[in-house]
């Protein structure tokens, strides 16, 4: 009896210890899920708020503030001699002409301090702007016209923010205050933001010649990389044979994958631009060093993808009686088509954002012309990004933001055309 009684006991101690053992079990997974969502949350609430900053700080920059003037296009500054020249028209001194409707504006205006001062409230694109607008219509030449000239960052920046974040103090306060009274200062949409290039004046400085830089990049890089890395994953996977060299070439292509990029910028300033004595800042080379970063990327998802076809398409081709060349194009390269394609594409995004291998070969140089070629001087979307942001200007911190925001909007888009491929082209088995 007393035996009985023992085993009763111990069997329920063993199902207490036990019972207590999955409450225990419990109590970590919900443990280990609260932590796993918290986690989700805390990244999404640090990805919030770094977004909410950048589009904060950099909404602002896709309007520009514009000054209304009357401009008189005094024929005796631009056209002395009559003969309607384009040449003599394009070259003349319409700075004058903006001098002299500020002048008329401010007749009070009479020391030179005090006239620079009020110089300064018009940017020099206002030159630009008049100059286009007497080469299309000659015919304008000695009228009166009110215009829209751009305002100088100054005031841009104190219209749209307000006084702490503007320089303008004193009389230019006075003058901008005036001009605010009868309407002639408003914002429209910033065009020069993505039809123009880089200026030293940040009202004027634009995303466009990095836009087509980064373009020339991205073809060049995407034109090499693709053909070579689909071959060599190709060749690595269905060809090779396995002995101790391709092990070799398989570990060092995972290492490749892993290097810092700032090495491949000194490879391609050691080979490409030393060595080949290629043009520095030019898209070719940069395109060349990016194609260095993203192969290894591209042969590791390509051989993923090659590797995800059932062995048994293999075996049904082959056993149908075609070759093994045959099998390989015909048949399993057109299903792994789809990983190898959105591998593809997240190594050209992983290269669209790269700016450390790009400043090695030079293209962090100032650039102002709209790159025609691959071998003209360039730069691109996220060298630019960094020369803004270490400009002391508030309208270069807000345009900064704003070309983050550009550089991000190509990346989600590339990221969502490879989900787009993968899902429309995948095959389930």
Do not use: C
């Amino acid at each position: 009896m007393s035996d009985r009684i023992k085993a009763t006991v111990k069997r329920r101690q063993v199902r207490e210890a036990i019972e207590q053992s999955l409450i225990r079990r419990r109590k970590r997974n919900r443990r280990f899920r609260m932590l796993g969502l918290g986690a989700v949350i805390l990244g999404m609430l640090f990805l919030g708020i770094m977004f909410s900053s950048i589009i904060s700080k950099g909404y602002s920059a896709f309007a520009l503030t514009d000054i209304q003037l009357e401009i008189y296009f005094d024929p005796e500054v631009i056209d002395p001699q009559g003969g309607r020249n384009p040449d003599v028209l394009a070259s003349a001194a319409y700075g004058k002409l903006v001098k002299a409707a500020l002048r008329k504006e401010y007749p009070e205006v009479k020391k030179r301090k005090e006239k620079r001062k009020l110089y300064r409230l018009v940017s020099t694109g206002a030159i630009q702007q008049l100059r286009d607008l007497v080469l299309s219509d000659p015919a304008i030449i000695g009228s009166r016209k009110k215009l829209w000239l751009i305002a100088d960052d100054d005031v841009d920046q104190y219209y749209k923010h307000g006084e702490n974040q503007s320089r303008l103090k004193g009389q230019q306060l006075a003058w901008v205050a005036q001009l605010r009274a009868k309407d002639a200062l408003k914002t429209s949409f910033n065009t020069n933001f993505f039809t123009a290039g880089d200026s030293r004046e940040p009202e004027l400085a634009g995303i466009r010649g990095a836009v087509v830089g980064s373009f020339f990049v991205i073809m060049i890089t995407l034109g090499l990389s693709l053909p070579l890395g689909v071959a060599a994953a190709i060749y690595l996977e269905e060809f090779s044979p396995r002995n101790h060299w391709t092990d070799f070439v398989e570990i060092n292509i995972n290492n490749l994958a892993a290097v810092p990029s700032i090495v491949f910028g000194l490879l391609g300033l050691a080979v490409y631009i030393n060595f080949f004595e290629l043009p520095r800042s030019a898209p070719l080379v940069g395109g060349l060093v990016l194609t260095l970063m993203t192969l290894p990327t591209i042969i590791i998802a390509s051989r993923a993808a090659l590797k995800s076809v059932p062995p048994s398409i293999r075996e049904a081709a082959l056993g149908m009686g075609a070759s093994k060349m045959q099998m390989v194009f015909h048949h399993v390269l057109p299903l792994a088509m789809p990983g190898m394609l959105t591998g593809t594409i997240i190594g050209l995004a992983q290269a669209l954002g790269e700016t450390a291998p790009l400043l090695m070969i030079g293209m962090v140089a100032f650039i102002v012309d709209i790159p025609g070629s691959i071998l003209d001087p360039a730069t691109v979307l996220p060298v630019q990004i960094y020369l803004w942001a270490d400009s002391p200007e508030r309208a270069f911190t807000e345009r900064t933001s704003a070309a983050i925001l550009v550089l991000l909007a190509f990346l989600v888009l590339m990221n969502l055309v490879a989900i787009w491929l993968r899902r429309k082209f995948e095959k389930r088995w």
